[in-house]
Structures are given as C-alpha cells and as structure tokens.
C-alpha cells in the first residue's frame, strides 16, 4: 500500500543527494542471468560478471562512439532488435512498482500533483527564474564542501536533472503554501518538520488511496488518488523509467533484448523441457536464499522473501531474468547433446547423452577448464604505492618497499595477521575494504594479472600450503599476496554443471551484437 505519510520534497531531493543508489546486483558467470531484485549481490568471487549492461556503447573512455538516437518509443537497440518503452515499462512495474523503490516514486508523483493543485486553487506561482536562482544557491553551498557542486552531486545520486528541477520547485511550493496555512509572515519560510507536519494532515483531511496490490492494465487507469489529484498508470510508467536507478533500467533492457534474441534462437520448445528449465533456475535461487548470510538461521523461506517483496514464485518464473537463464540451459543442453560422441550405445538416454556431450565439451577444451575450475587458490593482496624513483607524490621507491616488505614476511605466520596488516598498511583502497580479498582464481585464470598470478602458484607448487607469495612488483607499487588454503578441483557431477554453466555464459556473449546495446538512459 502507498504510505500515507509524506515528507517535504526539498529534503527528499537532498536526502536522495546524500544517499548511495540501489544498484542492481551483477550477473555471475555461473548464473548468467541475475535476480531483480535491487541492491543484491551475488557474484561469486572468482567469476567475472557479464550479461548486465555496464556503460552503453559510445560512452567508454576508451573508444568514444557518437551513436544515432533511439526512436520515439523504443528503449534500447542492439544490432537490428529493438526493445520498446511498452515492454520495458511492463517489466519495470512488475520488478518495482510494488518495491519501496516504486512506491517512494509514486508518493512523490502524487504529492506533486496535489501540490500544484492547492498552488492553482491559492493562485500560488513559482517563476523559473526562481527556481534557476535556487540551484544556483544550492550549486555554491555543495560547491563549498565539494568542487564539484550540484552537477557532480546529482551524477553521483544518479538523479534526472529534469526531475531535480522540478522537485525542486514541487518544495518551493510546499513552503509557501505551509507558510499561508500557517499564517507566517512574507519571507518567512516554515521549517521541514512544520511543512511535512501540514503536508500529511493535509493528505490525512483528504484521503488516499491506491491500487498498488494489484495494478490496472490500462495506462488510463488510476494507480493513487487524493482528492481530484489523481494518478494515472501511464504517468507512473514514464516516472519509473525516468527515476529508478540507471542501472536497473539498463539490466531489465539487456536481460529484455537477450530473451527476444534467444526466443528466436530457440525456436520450438517442448512444454516439459521449459518447466523443467524455469524450475531448475527457480530452485537455484532458492539454494542460493538458503545459503545467504542475512537469511541463514531465520526460517525466512525464498517465498517469504519474495512475498515481502510484493512478489511471488509464478510471478518470478514469468519475470524475464529467469526466462533468459532457462533459454540459456535449454540452448546449452541442446549444444551438449550435439556433442556427444557418435558411438553411445542405441539405449543411452537423452539426459545421458547430454552429460556425455558436456564432458566430451570439457575433454575438447580441458585446458581452459582446468585453468579456470580447477585447483584454485583464495587470495589476499597487501600493497603498497612506490614508483620506480621516490619522488613528491610517490615518497617510497620500488627498491624501498621491496625491502620494506620482505622484512615483514616472517612476522606473518597466519591469514589473520595478513588481514591485520592489509587493515594497517596497504595503499590500495578497493582491496582494503575487503580484507585484502582478491577472489578464487586457477592457474590459467586470466583476470589476475600475469605476476600475481605466477607468484602465487609458483609458491603453492613449492609449499602446498597456506602463507605469503612475494613481495613482487605490480602497477603503481610493490604487493605481498596470502596463498590460502587451495580449493580442490571439482568432481564428475560439479564439473557438468561447470560446462554447462560455461555454456550457457558464451550463449549469452554470443547473443549480444559487438556494437553493444544502446540504451535510452
């Protein structure tokens, strides 16, 4: 239901300044395509995330492309398939619109609208150059603690400047009609606690109502109500699309244009075969509540969640994450049957023929396989900033910290004072808020640069044990790595769920055009 309490729209759009973005969670290797549900990480360590659409093409430092403009109505374009507003809006609804996320943006949507209404009925008008001189004022007090300003804050906040403005002017239009109710002098503004008090007695005295429990179907229909104020679905739409974070948009447009893709790929799928597929990744995310942190111990279930959520178990098998993750296993099964060897006996079953094609996949590429699944070691790095001559930026040689460092080798005799000494010393900020944790990676694990990597191993294949690897030189300075305890390679039954998961990953790369995804936000 839509909370009945309001509070001032000025502080919303600075609080929402100072508050970090729900981002979507990344899309694991393994698991290629993610859950929508925002805020949720589940990448695993040693895998590279793909699938989400990061930065749209021609918005790379690296190769700046100048990209033609979508049509009216379409919100993504990638090669010659076109995603439309409609079916993005659709998703969006279903993923957010019951989620506080969705909510707040319609109780702002509807609190505008009663408050231009009051303004109307007290002949109240906010002149644009107000509103200009006000962000102005605004763009010099953040300019006063960030060089920045108002233009970097709102990037960081990921909020439409458009939408900015116009709250903006919503909250100049709340202090002047608090100030008249409450019968405050010419140019005396009410205080935020003043104006949110006469706001929600003001909404109380008029009601409101809404049909968030279940959405109507036509864009004419209205979604919240106070008084003749009234909010329409179609309005909620464009709203969503335009104010929910960035890149919830550009995951449910890339997971949108893979399902249009792999649907066509697929062609005709047996009823059974897809159930099967939509259930085996409902399940895995079932597996995956279970084994989080934050649920483990609390006898909330995966359905508890998603009820919480405003969601259900049917309405998740419908939602477009997961039928992409199952045309990617009916398309990576289908590939694996295909591979299997041509002189299995007449009475092999399909589904032993399909694991006799993944291991005949992993036989062919074993190589890769191994490098990538199979021992693989948990590392953690500590580093410090050196250049190759000490100088006003950089006070420390890489000769300096060569030595520095390996004085502290024998002093670290377990992972706990590694971690210690990360937290202490290392100049490497992202690595530091992680304990120094770098992931799980096998010996033919490219993401890890060469050196790390080969230092890494070559102590594992000298001690087979737990300890420090270096220190070596890397990019901007001079690192010492922990070796963890090795996680052994995989048996029969992981190591088909390995290739299949692999499959389904190079499907997936393979369906997105090399000129990427453009999308409208």
Not at 85 to 109: C, K, V
Request: charged fraction near 25%.
């Amino acid at each position: 239901m839509i909370r009945p309490h309001f509070t001032a729209a000025l502080p919303l759009v600075l609080i929402a300044l100072s508050q970090p973005t729900l981002w979507a969670q990344e899309v694991p290797l393994a698991n290629p395509v993610s859950e929508p549900e925002p805020g949720e990480q589940e990448v695993a360590p040693q895998q590279e995330a793909d699938g989400t659409v990061e930065v749209p093409p021609g918005e790379t430092e690296n190769d700046p492309k100048i990209l033609p403009p979508l049509a009216e109505g379409v919100a993504a374009r990638g090669g010659d398939v076109e995603i439309t507003l409609a079916e993005l809006d659709q998703l969006l609804l279903d993923r957010h619109g019951r989620r506080p996320e969705g909510i707040d943006i319609l109780n702002r949507l509807l609190q505008r609208a009663v408050l231009v209404e009051l303004a109307a009925a007290a002949n109240i008008e906010i002149a644009d150059e107000t509103v200009v001189a006000r962000m102005a004022d605004l763009d010099q007090q953040l300019k006063a603690i960030n060089e920045g300003g108002l233009a970097e804050q709102l990037i960081k906040g990921d909020i439409n400047p458009d939408i900015f403005r116009e709250m903006l002017k919503i909250s100049m239009i709340q202090a002047e009609l608090t100030r008249i109710a409450l019968e405050l002098e010419e140019g005396v503004e009410a205080s935020s606690a003043q104006q949110d008090a006469w706001l929600e007695e003001t909404l109380t005295k008029r009601g409101v109502t809404d049909s968030t429990d279940a959405f109507p179907t036509k864009n004419t229909d209205i979604v919240a109500q106070s008084g003749d104020a009234k909010i329409t679905l179609g309005a909620f739409k464009e709203r969503l699309h335009s104010e929910i974070g960035t890149k919830f948009v550009k995951q449910a447009c890339t997971q949108l244009f893979f399902e249009r893709v792999l649907m066509a790929n697929a062609g005709q799928i047996d009823s059974d075969e897809w159930s099967k597929a939509v259930d085996k990744e409902i399940q895995r995310r079932r597996e995956n509540h279970a084994l989080d942190p934050q649920f483990a111990g609390t006898g909330i279930s995966y359905e508890a969640k998603l009820e919480a959520q405003g969601l259900t178990v049917a309405a998740m098998a419908e939602d477009t994450s997961v039928r992409v993750t199952a045309l990617t296993t009916v398309l990576a099964r289908r590939e694996a049957f295909a591979k299997a060897p041509e002189d299995l006996a007449a009475e092999t079953t399909p589904e032993q023929r399909i694991a006799a094609g993944m291991r005949a996949t992993y036989q062919a590429e074993q190589a890769f396989f191994d490098g990538y699944y199979g021992v693989r070691l948990p590392l953690r790095v500590c580093m410090l900033r050196a250049a190759p001559e000490a100088n006003e930026l950089v006070p420390r040689s890489v000769d300096q910290a060569m030595s520095y460092m390996e004085k502290l080798v024998p002093g670290i005799t377990s992972e706990e004072k590694f971690v210690e000494l990360v937290r202490k010393l290392s100049d490497e900020i992202n690595t530091k808020k992680l304990d120094g944790n770098l992931g799980v990676y096998g010996r033919g694990d490219e993401r890890l640069p060469t050196g790390m990597r080969s230092t890494a191993w070559e102590y594992f294949d000298e001690k087979q044990a737990p300890g420090v690897a270096g220190p070596i030189e890397v990019a901007g300075g001079v690192a010492l790595i922990w070796v963890g305890e090795a996680v052994p390679a995989p048996n029969q039954e992981q190591l088909l769920k390995i290739v299949e998961s692999e499959l389904q990953r190079r499907i997936l790369n393979d369906a997105m055009p090399e000129t990427g995804l453009h999308v409208f936000r």
